[in-house]
């Protein structure tokens, strides 16, 4: 069974930057060259908001509001899928989820705290 695990949350100033990591278990190599991952941060209160995809070659899809600041990767042998965010502000502060694009499969999310 494929799980997704999220890490590399925290603290950070508004300004500052971080890299989330999603790292795949349960996969096959092959299988996990063919998944797009995706990335959603939820607000204290609100919705899940769509943040940006890496898809397969390493294709990429952003949310209009973050292009330019968020940047989105993958690093096939190592299992994983990385949104490195920069310039983060306090309405930032999240929790942030990665999917396997178009699956139930959810990361359980990492705590993203914009504050000064």
């Known amino acids: 069974q494929v799980q997704l695990v999220e890490s590399g949350g925290g603290w950070v100033q508004p300004g500052g930057s971080l890299r989330l990591s999603c790292v795949a278990s349960?996969?096959?190599?092959?299988?996990?060259?063919?998944?797009?991952i995706s990335w959603y941060p939820q607000a204290p209160g609100k919705e899940l908001e769509y943040v940006a995809t890496?898809?397969?070659?390493?294709?990429?899809d952003y949310a209009g509001s973050m292009r330019g600041r968020f940047t989105v990767s993958r690093h096939n042998g190592n299992y994983s899928a990385f949104l490195q965010m920069s310039n983060l502000k306090p309405e930032g502060t999240a929790v942030y989820y990665c999917?396997?694009?178009?699956?139930?499969?959810w990361g359980p999310g990492t705590q993203v705290t914009v504050s000064s």
């Open positions: 999917q396997r694009r178009g699956s139930s499969t």
């Open positions: 349960g996969v096959r190599y092959s299988t996990f060259t063919g998944y797009a």
């Open positions: 890496v898809g397969v070659g390493g294709s990429t």
